[in-house]
């Protein structure tokens, strides 16, 4: 949302102050839809949202004041919806034509995938077809390995953020001691693309030509819903159901919580999103 934002919205001479500062960026973002899940409409409600929340509260006009700027925000917005691999790299590998014809005005803040995994399943099957071929058939490239190459083109030449969403397949555990006991969940999980940087996994994973895909400076793991147990006391049904709509078990849904790691550093740190239902 802070990309699409202006810096500054400023209010009619009546109001105090005159101006407030937002922190938006001012530049626009690229979306690349994979899955067809991608829905300008909630972007919409967030930045609505973000806005009621910024702006001072009770002024006249403050309604249109925010409908106006989500409007402007929302033309620095570019969808572009993918169906493999192959269309993912020529969209990309083109998209600094497109910016030079149809953005000759805008800056790229943010070039997000979403997800980079959609097409894991069909292009592992591609690749495995490949290797079982004749012998004097050369195999293709790895259809990732062109989409991460036109990425590492796009940063160094135009200097987005790029973010990334990927599946967790894999779950990563650790051994809870030297009893041999189960094994401790972890809410980290496997890197399953490849090629594909991995700067946590242990031994580190070794790419011959890392030098020509993006690097990865963070990493963020969303963890899914809190779900509270019912107590062992409720023995029917229909209690439960009473508990459940006081809130006393459930589904917590504003409590999603995330895990940032830093690859130069390796610190770790946690936040909190606020996961509002749409209304």
């Known amino acids: 949302?802070?990309?699409?934002?202006?810096?500054?919205?400023?209010?009619?001479?009546?109001?105090?102050?005159?101006?407030?500062?937002?922190?938006?960026?001012?530049?626009?973002?690229?979306?690349?839809?994979?899955?067809?899940?991608?829905?300008?409409?909630?972007?919409?409600?967030?930045?609505?949202?973000?806005?009621?929340?910024?702006?001072?509260?009770?002024?006249?006009?403050l309604q249109q004041l925010i409908q106006d700027t989500v409007v402007q925000s929302l033309q620095r917005l570019h969808i572009f919806r993918i169906r493999s691999s192959a269309s993912l790299a020529a969209t990309l590998f083109h998209?600094?034509?497109?910016?030079?014809?149809?953005?000759?005005?805008?800056?790229?803040?943010?070039?997000?995938?979403?997800?980079?995994?959609?097409f894991y399943w069909i292009d592992r099957y591609y690749l495995e077809q490949q290797r079982q071929g004749s012998s004097d058939r050369k195999d293709s490239a790895n259809p990732l390995g062109r989409v991460l190459m036109a990425l590492q083109?796009?940063?160094?030449?135009?200097?987005?953020?790029?973010?990334?969403?990927?599946?967790?397949?894999?779950?990563?555990?650790?051994?809870?001691?030297?009893?041999n006991e189960a094994a401790t969940p972890s809410p980290f999980y496997r890197q399953?693309?490849?090629p594909f940087p991995a700067p946590f996994e242990i031994p580190s994973r070794?790419?011959?030509?890392?030098?020509?895909?993006?690097?990865?400076?963070?990493h963020i793991t969303l963890t899914p819903f809190s779900i509270d147990r019912i107590p062992l006391s409720v023995t029917n049904l229909q209690e439960a159901l009473e508990l459940t709509e006081r809130g006393s078990v459930g589904i917590r849904r504003r409590d999603i919580m995330g895990i940032l790691r830093t690859v130069e550093t390796g610190s770790t740190a946690t936040f909190t999103v606020d996961n509002l239902e749409e209304s």
Not at 159 to 169: A, E, Q, R
């Open 192 to 194: 399953h693309l490849h």
């Open 95 to 118: 998209l600094p034509l497109y910016h030079s014809q149809r953005m000759t005005d805008e800056e790229i803040g943010l070039l997000s995938i979403d997800s980079i995994s959609s």
């Open 1 to 61: 949302m802070q990309c699409i934002l202006p810096e500054k919205v400023f209010l009619s001479k009546e109001h105090t102050p005159s101006e407030v500062e937002i922190g938006g960026w001012e530049k626009s973002a690229i979306i690349v839809d994979t899955d067809g899940r991608w829905t300008a409409h909630r972007l919409k409600l967030l930045l609505i949202r973000r806005l009621e929340k910024a702006l001072p509260s009770g002024q006249p006009g």
């Open 153 to 179: 083109e796009i940063r160094l030449s135009h200097g987005p953020v790029i973010v990334l969403t990927n599946w967790g397949l894999t779950p990563v555990s650790k051994a809870s001691g030297a009893d």
């Open 206 to 218: 070794i790419l011959p030509n890392a030098h020509l895909m993006p690097p990865i400076t963070h």
